[in-house]
């Protein structure tokens, strides 16, 4: 059953021929008005640590998982506008390949070259060209066009500057943020995928934990179940962090002993089919929380609960906007429970409560603009006490619907008495 899933799943990830990626370049054609877009793909890397993985704007706009290509969009002409005719006829969009390289090839296998005579087919492009003419194309481009648009911060687009030192560069990010940010069928999907081969990972885990192991222990079981489940990767570095390590957001030395008596974070999750999943849950290492863990717990889920009844289109994910799920989550924590001094707790809240999820696990996004139906988002509260050695963290990954949250990993459970009794199963 589970075999014939996972090939259900696989059948779903989109080919670069995939209309999607074409209707994904149309829509931001919208939004580069009298430009040129350039992204580049990322390139062969000489660090062993991972294989190669594409850059995930590169990866939207194309669906091309090779290395050292190069994109080159165009917008639509629009009449009225100065260089017309001559804009109808350059082309929409090019997709620039690398040359191949054989001796390469030895290493990291066969690529497709500009002149392979599958290159249009296999990449979705009429325009497929070899790299090396990416400059002259450029300039020729801009001749017709007065502006350059790309990612700002990307080094590799260092090199427009040297092509066209006068103009000036405008940043893509946000252009193509807005379309990212709105999740399609075949990306919830992926995104779906992620999560259950997540939630079966922290499943093992709970059946692993004990007063004794150690967390990388956890980790290791952890991560070996969504890979063994087809991810890729993980989507982040993986967070066991046990008693004091509790307490650190982003823990990821995950070398401590367990013991009992203390809770464990748990915030891991696997890359699938490209796409991020992000799920935390904190439980207790002997299998029973104390009467202060399960207080502090409490209010943790009582603020994520509030914060994921209230998702809707139109809520916000900052701190101070006007309908903001932060405030809602951070309202709630401050007004139950108590530190050790009598103090409220909203202090101890020290992250923010949401981030978008898609190609990556912090995905593209513009914060100030309201929740839309198809998004897909965290809801993580958490308070951490150093000096109570405790710290309590609750993720869900959360598609907003138009009328509300569909958690896409509700079948992990987070109800105190849920995990309790999970623990208790264990050999
Ligand atoms: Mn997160």
């Known amino acids: 059953m589970k075999a014939a899933l996972l090939c259900l799943f696989a059948a ?26 350039v992204l580049f793909g990322a390139k062969e890397s000489e660090d062993l640590h991972e294989g190669f993985f594409q850059e995930t704007n590169f990866l939207y706009l194309t669906g091309w998982e090779e290395p050292g290509a190069i994109l080159v969009i165009t917008p639509a002409p629009e009449k009225d506008e100065p260089g017309y005719e001559a804009r109808t006829q350059a082309p929409r969009e090019i997709l620039f390949l690398p040359q191949r390289v054989p001796a390469q090839e030895k290493w990291t296998g066969r690529k ?12 979705g492009f009429a325009d497929v060209l070899p790299a090396e003419q990416f400059e002259a194309q450029l300039r020729r481009l801009l001749e017709i066009y007065p502006d350059l ?67 990388y222990q956890i980790a290791a079981v952890m991560v070996g179940t969504y890979l063994g489940e087809g991810c890729r990767r993980s989507a982040y570095a993986p967070i066991v962090g046990s008693g004091p390590n ?43 929380f104390s009467g202060r863990q399960r207080e502090i717990y409490d209010v943790v889920l009582g603020a994520q609960k509030a914060a994921i009844a209230a998702v809707k289109p139109g809520m916000t994910l900052g701190r101070t906007t006007p309908d903001s799920l932060y405030k809602i989550a951070y309202d709630y924590i401050n007004t139950h429970g108590k530190d050790l001094h009598g103090q409220p707790l909203g ?76 623990l208790a199963q264990r050999k």
């Not at 080919?15 to 877009?37: C, H, M, T, W, Y």
């Not at 259950?196 to 922290?202: C, F, L, M, V």
């Not at 957001?249 to 995950?254: A, E, I, T, V």
């Not at 890359?271 to 439980?283: F, L, P």
């Open 12 to 37: 779903l990830q989109l080919s670069a021929i995939s209309p999607e990626f074409a209707q994904r370049r149309d829509k931001i054609r919208a939004s580069i008005p009298n430009g040129v877009l």
């Open 347 to 422: 202090k101890y809240f020290t992250h923010g409560l949401s981030h978008d999820v898609g190609l990556d696990v912090h995905d593209a996004a513009d914060y100030n603009q309201p929740l839309k139906a198809g998004m897909v988002i965290t809801v993580e509260p958490g308070v951490y006490i150093p000096e109570e050695n405790l710290g309590v963290r609750i993720e869900d990954v959360v598609l907003v619907t138009e009328n509300g949250a569909k958690v896409l990993s509700e079948a992990l459970p987070k109800d105190p008495d849920a995990i309790e009794k999970a």
């Open 112 to 123: 497709l070259g500009p002149s392979d005579p599958s290159a249009r087919e296999a990449t």
């Open 246 to 288: 509790s307490t650190t957001l982003h823990y990821s030395r995950n070398s401590r002993r367990m013991d009992a008596g203390e809770v464990v974070v748990m915030d891991v999750a696997g890359e699938c089919d490209d796409y991020a999943s992000d799920i935390t849950r904190t439980i207790p290492v002997n299998g029973k």
């Open 149 to 215: 648009y790309a990612l700002k911060g990307d080094p590799a687009a260092g090199v427009l500057s040297t092509i066209a030192p006068l103009r000036t560069i405008k940043d893509a990010t946000m252009p193509i943020a807005h379309l990212r940010m709105q999740k399609s069928a075949s990306e919830i999907a992926a995104i779906q995928k992620a999560t259950d081969a997540s939630i079966d990972a922290h499943r093992a885990a709970w059946r692993a934990i004990a007063p004794g192991k150690y967390e």
